[in-house]
T-cell receptor, first 112, second 112 residues
Framework: DAGITQSPRHKVTETGTPVTLRCHQT?????MYWYRQDPGHGLRLIHY???????DKGEVSDGYSVSRSKTEDFLLTLESATSSQTSVYFC???????????FGEGSRLTVL | KNQVEQSPQSLIILEGKNCTLQ??????????LRWYKQDTGRGPVSLTI?????NTKSNGRYTATLDADTKQSSLHITASQLSDSASYIC???????????FGTGTRLQVTL
């Protein structure tokens, strides 16, 4: 298994509170991604990173920010969580932009 | 709009039987297509990749086909096992990994 660790794996929070999800990789891959997975939808890209401090928006980036200060860590922040952000969040990594994605185990977030 | 449609949404089969999952896409320009397997509570794992010039590719009991003219792919599972119970996700890539379009998946249950 690719060395990807997501934390926390489960979190319950209240509307309006900030939340940060962490993705840590030991593969030294250049590309890192955050996706969300919801029933009835395919995985949707939130943000991705193509290097340290290099990030870009995906298709559902509103309400989310990211940071990548080190190759191995990619943080996803919800500044003020809303119920619509209740979802399962997956981090993924790849060595190049067209190679296979390796996914983490997911972080289940519930916003009450 | 780029779309990936999978059918059926769900499927129940007896252990030892074969099954075929379908994927139709409207993504353009096409680069390649991957099938991922996602066990419950886990992240997706790549099963196979199909490039434009490939028609068939096998990975053990899994055989993927691609018809780039009709924009259809299928995943055939032979002699199913209980461990094949999972969601199978079709993903079409348009050239860079940031431009992936995910299907909503087919949930397969293999029973005794």
């Amino acid at each position: 298994d690719a060395g990807i660790t997501q934390s926390p794996r489960h979190k319950v929070t209240e509307t309006g509170t900030p939340v940060t999800l962490r993705c840590h990789q030991t593969e030294n891959h250049r590309y890192m991604y955050w996706y969300r997975q919801d029933p009835g939808h395919g995985l949707r890209l939130i943000h991705y990173s193509y290097g340290v401090k290099d990030t870009d928006k995906g298709e559902v980036s509103d309400g989310y920010s990211v940071s990548r200060s080190k190759t191995e860590d990619f943080l996803l922040t919800l500044e003020s969580a809303t119920s619509s952000q209740t979802s399962v969040y997956f981090c993924a990594i790849s060595s190049t932009s067209v190679e296979e994605l390796f996914f983490g185990e997911g972080s289940r977030l519930t916003v009450l | 709009k780029n779309q990936v449609e999978q059918s059926p949404q769900s499927l129940i089969i007896l252990e030892g039987k074969n099954c075929t999952l379908q994927c139709n896409y409207t993504v353009s320009p096409f680069s390649n297509l991957r099938w991922y397997k996602q066990d419950t509570g886990r992240g997706p794992v790549s099963l196979t990749i199909m490039t434009f010039s490939e028609n068939t590719k096998s990975n053990g009991r899994y055989t993927a086909t691609l018809d780039a003219d009709t924009k259809q792919s299928s995943l055939h599972i032979t002699a199913s096992q209980l461990s094949d119970s999972a969601s199978y996700i079709c993903v079409v890539i348009t050239g860079t990994a940031s431009k992936l379009t995910f299907g909503t998946g087919t949930r397969l249950q293999v029973t005794l």
